[in-house]
């Protein structure tokens, strides 16, 4: 099993940047792909981000492609979502998933794909 920590959110102005990072126990973490997602009040859960387990190959939802960079540190067990021009819109919970496997990265774009989820960090953006 893997155990999943978020941090790095909190209240930013419309406009500017945000760091998530997700740390991860054990030692098989670079034998799952990770995603990012978020979740708004009264809203379903929103893909965000995917990296593979290699780090290779990443996929993001029309919504922050080109706004928000995935990347990971399988040494150090972690993956992070730099979050850059951030909207009101933008404003959600963020969980860190974990999916075993090794597949094409549009298959990390379901949440009901991923294994394990860490408990999740809000993130607000204001006008």
């Known amino acids: 099993q893997v155990q999943l920590v978020e941090s790095g959110g909190g209240l930013v102005q419309a406009g500017g940047s945000l760091r998530l990072s997700c740390a991860a126990s054990?030692?098989?973490?670079?034998?799952?792909?990770m995603g990012w997602f978020r979740q708004a009040p009264g809203k379903e859960r929103e893909f965000v981000a995917a990296?593979?387990?290699?780090?290779?190959?990443?996929g993001y939802a029309d919504s922050v492609k080109g706004r928000f960079t995935i990347s990971r540190d399988n040494a150090k067990n972690a993956v992070d979502l730099q979050m850059n021009s951030l909207k009101p819109e933008d404003t959600a919970v963020y969980y860190c998933?974990?999916?075993?496997?090794?597949?094409?990265?549009?298959?990390?774009?379901?949440?009901?794909?991923?294994?394990?989820w860490g408990q999740g960090t809000q993130v607000t953006v204001s006008s």
């Open positions: 054990g030692r098989t973490f670079s034998m799952y792909a």
């Open positions: 990296i593979s387990r290699s780090g290779s190959s990443t």
């Open positions: 998933g974990a999916r075993l496997g090794d597949y094409a990265i549009s298959r990390y774009f379901a949440s009901g794909q991923y294994n394990y």
